[in-house]
């Protein structure tokens, strides 16, 4: 081994010992230096000549070490163990020691992503620091284990945090499940057993001990040393309470920092086991670990820390609170153009990274799409000038454009491209600014506004009962969530759109509907009462009570023609069954549906079922789900196709089979099969389904039943196939235009993609056909 200027060289002879030599020995193999402060191995011989831990290096890519790491050169193997003194050898050395200078500390805030191909540090400057597999990331990951936009790093004054975006395979910190963690210099944090982050923040200066004196090593640091850099276990989610509750934060509320509505169990209700003094996001670190010896300016608040902490709710919502919406996807940036391709059982996007794209069913496509409906090689995107050209490379069956074959087409914003059964949309880009209408829309070279009704989803309408508004009211749903039930009090009634954030843990989570009219009275000149209206409804009744109660408000507010209907999720349901059955074809120009569970959603079954042990965790707690399968709604958005299973895999048909129901709750079903018999497969107006993909959702469900058709297990099968509550195949109505978008259920109304996509519905052309 040799010493050049900061770093050392390490060679084997041609007998495979070690020999000392120097930067033009033949038998070089490796490479040792020290980058801010981090020690970092480069190989610098042949591929497969250095291995780290068994797994070998790629030549010229530099390897971030970890206390406890084996590297193999040739027929030697040394183990790093940084901070101890190499002791003295018996017999003669393979590797002579040569005096080093103390290691600087770091003096800038980086990130080591560590992969089974590559390593490399990544400096962290900006106040949000996003990763991922897209290359569009600030630190892009080009891993499968890796989601498109996994996690995020958020500066929090001398620390940054890193949060999980929804990702698949999650973050881990010490063999954990974490969804988020103030970071301490020395962290690791795994993404698989291949994949490490290592974050390494700037240090006080070290004292620097008596050259005479041996630095004593804790035997619990060197433990915990090795353990920070061993394999991480496959990731499992933690068990955790059925309800928690976010510590509040005060802020002044305005449209963009929402009150938001938490419901938890009081600590005093909670199994003693579940009482959290430290959330489990955040794994208490062993003594004597890195992150506690190392970093002397440790938080140790619960604020500092952001953990999730029981708290006397009662007390909290007497004076009310305020709690940021924390959303599952990180925003793309809508400048930047990008491709979306939709078949029934799957949706994924692709970046235009290069000049030209090729796309087809063979795997040498840079845009592979198995479908046997799809030639070998189908079509063609090439970049021309500021935009992109589409071409049929000779396929069989063709290159479509709504009704008409096309040759080539230059593609513009929102086009969508037929190839055999799958859909190409094209997302141009757009700036933020051009959210905002400027001036009076002109319709058919008329100047006028299209008149709006938007009909929020399930919980989306405020209840009172008398002067008290008691949804969405914390104390209520905590104290006393029986008054949902039905019948119940027939005095309670349906008032305004909810403006709150509303979570409740395995249930719902929904950022504030009102938002939606915000944007269109600020962005586009919309008038609340005017041509903006808002219908509120009980959404624990029967769809088609609140249908025809849809109806009678629309004939009340005597709005002007032509109608755009706007809906979220149940509220599609609505929307439809009034158009229908309730003359509403004759007044509405057009259906826009947001994450409408059009053929149902298996989640829906979560929250009707009830049973010890039926339900793993993270489904609600039971007795809010007692209250919920009171409610004619719940059973009506029940899955119509086949998506459960029993543990031989014959398929259990939902609505047509009652023995997995207790009796009790068997009138329901009836009445969700005669409401799908009358509502169809099709909407009789035109209509567009904006649906939510790529994140997790319940897809299918797994149960186990019993002789007499109950059931006593049941285990959810979640993919990447929806918006997180409805499954990408059930939000598109049959015959509907579509338009996809990358986002969660309870934020698809606030989102900037959707929001362009209602600026053009409300300025388009009239589509309106007159029925005699």
């Known amino acids: 081994?040799?010493?050049?200027?900061?770093?050392?060289?390490?060679?084997?002879?041609?007998?495979?010992?070690?020999?000392?030599?120097?930067?033009?020995?033949?038998g070089l193999q490796a490479r040792l230096e020290w980058v801010e402060g981090v020690p970092v191995l480069t190989n610098t011989g042949a591929a497969g000549q250095v291995r780290i831990n068994s797994v070998p290096l790629a030549p010229g890519v530099p390897y971030l070490l970890q206390p406890g790491d084996r590297i193999t050169i040739g027929g030697i193997t040394l183990t790093?163990?940084?901070?101890?003194?190499?002791?003295?050898?018996?017999?003669?050395?393979?590797?002579?020691?040569?005096?080093?200078?103390?290691?600087?500390?770091?003096?800038?805030?980086?990130?080591?992503?560590?992969?089974a191909n590559w390593s490399k540090a990544f400096p962290l400057t900006g106040e949000i620091i996003r990763l991922g597999r897209a290359v569009d990331n600030d630190i892009p990951i080009d891993d499968k284990l890796v989601s498109r936009y996994h996690a995020q790093l958020l500066r929090?004054?001398?620390?940054?945090?890193?949060?999980?975006?929804?990702?698949?395979?999650?973050?881990?910190?010490?063999?954990?499940?974490?969804?988020?963690?103030?970071?301490?210099?020395?962290?690791?944090?795994?993404?698989s057993r291949s994949i490490t982050l290592t974050y390494h923040a700037p240090q006080s200066p070290a004292v620097t001990p008596s050259p005479t004196?041996?630095?004593?090593?804790?035997?619990?640091?060197?433990?915990?040393?090795?353990?920070?850099?061993?394999?991480?276990?496959?990731?499992?989610?933690?068990?955790?309470?059925?309800?928690?509750?976010?510590?509040?934060?005060?802020?002044?509320?305005?449209?963009?920092?929402?009150?938001t509505v938490v419901v938890a169990k009081k600590p005093s209700e909670l199994p003693k086991s579940q009482v959290p003094n430290q959330t489990v996001?955040?794994?208490?670190p062993a003594a004597g670990s890195p992150s506690t010896i190392i970093s002397p300016k440790q938080p140790t608040s619960p604020g500092d820390l952001g953990e999730t902490a029981a708290v006397d709710m009662a007390s909290v919502v007497e004076s009310g609170f305020d709690q940021q919406f924390i959303p599952a996807v990180t925003p793309r940036d809508t400048q930047i153009p990008y491709l979306i391709i939709h078949l029934p059982d799957r949706t994924w996007e692709v970046d235009f990274d290069r000049e030209r794209l090729t796309i087809g069913r063979s795997d040498d496509n840079d845009i592979q799409i198995r479908d046997d409906s799809i030639s070998r090689r189908h079509a063609l995107i090439e970049r021309r000038g500021d935009g992109f050209l589409l071409r049929d490379a000779d396929s069989r069956n063709g290159v479509w454009l709504g009704k008409r074959r096309i040759d080539q087409h230059r593609l513009r914003d929102g086009d969508v491209i037929s190839l055999g059964r799958a859909k190409l949309?094209?997302?141009?880009?757009?700036?933020?600014?051009?959210l905002t209408l400027i001036g009076a829309p002109r319709i058919d070279s008329r100047p006028v506004r299209r008149s709006v009704v938007f009909v929020p989803g399930f919980g989306g309408s405020e209840l009172w009962l008398g002067s008290e508004k008691i949804w969405p009211a914390p104390k209520t749903i905590i104290s006393n969530p029986e008054i949902f039930r039905l019948p119940g009090d027939t005095r309670i009634q349906a008032r305004n759109i909810v403006s709150d954030v509303v979570i409740i843990p395995g249930i719902m989570k929904q950022e504030q509907y009102s938002r939606l009219g915000d944007y269109l009275e600020s962005g586009l000149g919309y008038e609340r009462g005017k041509d903006l209206f808002e219908f509120a409804y009980d959404w624990r009744q029967d769809i088609r009570l609140n249908s025809q109660r849809l109806a009678q408000a629309i004939d009340g507010w005597k709005i002007r023609s032509p109608i755009t209907i706007i809906a979220h999720s149940l509220g599609t349901l609505v929307s439809r069954y009034y158009v229908d059955k309730f003359g509403g074809k004759d007044k509405v120009e057009r259906l826009v549906l947001m994450g409408g569970p059009q053929y149902g959603t298996p989640k829906s079954l979560a929250i009707i079922m009830v049973g010890p042990g039926l339900l793993p965790f993270g489904f609600g707690d039971e007795r809010m789900r007692r209250v919920l399968n009171t409610m004619p709604s719940s059973y009506q958005i029940l899955p119509i196709y086949p998506c459960v299973f029993d543990q031989y895999g014959r398929q259990v048909d939902l609505l047509e089979d009652e023995s997995w129901l207790p009796e009790n709750q068997r009138p329901f079903l009836g009445m969700a099969r005669s409401f799908r018999k009358e509502l169809g497969f099709q909407a009789s107006v035109p209509a567009v389904s904006i649906f939510g993909y790529g994140l997790k959702t319940v897809l299918r469900m797994k149960v186990n039943r019993r002789s007499d058709g109950s059931w006593d297990k049941m285990e959810p099968l979640d993919e990447l196939g929806g918006d997180s509550t409805v499954p990408a195949g059930s939000a598109v109505l049959q015959n509907s235009e579509i338009h996809p978008v990358r986002q969660e259920h309870g934020s698809l109304y606030v989102d900037n993609d959707v929001k362009m996509r209602l600026k053009v519905e409300l300025t388009r052309s009239t589509t309106m056909q007159r029925r005699k």
């Open 156 to 191: 929090r004054g001398d620390d940054y945090e890193i949060v999980d975006l929804g990702s698949v395979n999650g973050l881990a910190f010490q063999n954990n499940r974490i969804t988020k963690r103030i970071l301490v210099n020395g962290d690791v944090i795994g993404i």
């Open 80 to 115: 790093w163990t940084a901070g101890l003194e190499i002791p003295k050898p018996i017999a003669e050395p393979m590797l002579a020691p040569v005096a080093q200078p103390e290691p600087a500390q770091p003096t800038q805030y980086t990130l080591m992503v560590k992969t």
């Open 213 to 259: 004196q041996e630095p004593e090593i804790p035997e619990t640091l060197i433990k915990a040393a090795k353990a920070a850099a061993s394999p991480l276990s496959p990731l499992e989610e933690p068990p955790a309470p059925d309800k928690t509750v976010v510590m509040p934060k005060k802020s002044t509320r305005t449209p963009e920092t929402p009150s």
């Open 1 to 26: 081994m040799s010493k050049l200027p900061g770093y050392f060289e390490i060679s084997t002879g041609s007998s495979g010992e070690g020999v000392e030599g120097n930067h033009l020995s033949a």
């Open 425 to 434: 949309i094209f997302k141009g880009g757009f700036k933020l600014d051009d």
């Open 281 to 284: 996001d955040q794994p208490k």
